[in-house]
T-cell receptor, first 114, second 114 residues
Framework: AQSVTQLGSHVSVSEGALVLLRCNYS??????LFWYVQYPNQGLQLLLK??????LVKGINGFEAEFKKSETSFHLTKPSAHMSDAAEYFC????????????FGSGTRLQVQP | GAGVSQSPSNKVTEKGKDVELRCDPI?????LYWYRQSLGQGLEFLIY????????KSGLPSDRFSAERTGGSVSTLTIQRTQQEDSAVYLC????????????FGPGTRLTVT
């Protein structure tokens, strides 16, 4: 079975500062990894995905994530935070067997201070 | 193109009543998933449909929950004899049947059981 741990349920940064949201995963087979963002009262929007093609993955809205197998990590970063980045972020894992359902982390709420 | 749509967006029901939630996936997506998002449990997988195969119901929390998918497209999630602990946001997602099987989510249905 797969699992995801997101360290930090709340992260607060200043506008223009670096954003770093942490995600560690566990999987017995090669994983697919995803980051989703959820704005208030909305569904989940796919930010980026790791598919083994490249370890550094670029997504929408200036976000990127780096897959590090040795650390079983897939941390999300953005060089300069915008007020519009305030939302909840979920890391998720799936594998290429069975139902391929997503297993989600508990989420990190990002607050951006002016 | 059109994304995943869900209806209703909000549903308030009395304890003991039955409810039906609808999901219309992205055209051409053969896989359809239902998830539940609640404060205490985070994001949980409920059920998975893939084409004409038998659904994977392993995430359904009780036999009061059921789902069907008609014609390989629209899906309905039914909750019978609703309980207060069923209050949550129910999210539907769809994906193509090819790696990395990234899932696209609808806006969700917020269910409140009074």
């Amino acid at each position: 079975a797969q699992s995801v741990t997101q360290l930090g349920s709340h992260v607060s940064v200043s506008e223009g500062a670096l954003v770093l949201l942490r995600c560690n995963y566990s999987s017995s087979v090669p994983p697919y990894l995803f980051w989703y963002v959820q704005y208030p009262n909305q569904g989940l929007q796919l930010l980026l995905k790791y598919t083994s093609a490249a370890t550094l993955v670029k997504g929408i809205n200036g976000f990127e994530a780096e897959f590090k197998k040795s650390e079983t990590s897939f941390h999300l970063t953005k060089p300069s935070a915008h007020m519009s980045d305030a939302a909840e972020y979920f890391c998720a894992v799936s594998v290429d067997t069975g139902r391929r359902a997503l297993t989600f982390g508990s989420g990190t709420r990002l607050q951006v201070q002016p | 193109g059109a994304g995943v749509s869900q209806s209703p967006s909000n549903k308030v029901t009395e304890k003991g009543k039955d409810v039906e939630l609808r999901c219309d996936p992205i055209s051409g997506h053969t896989a359809l998933y239902w998830y539940r998002q609640s404060l205490g449990q985070g994001l949980e997988f409920l059920i998975y449909f893939q084409g004409n195969s038998a659904p994977d119901k392993s995430g359904l929390p009780s036999d009061r929950f059921s789902a069907e998918r008609t014609g390989g497209s629209v899906s309905t999630l039914t909750i019978q004899r609703t309980q207060q602990e069923d209050s949550a946001v129910y999210l539907c997602a769809s994906s193509l049947r090819q790696p990395p099987y990234e899932q696209y989510f609808g806006p969700g249905t917020r269910l409140t059981v009074t």
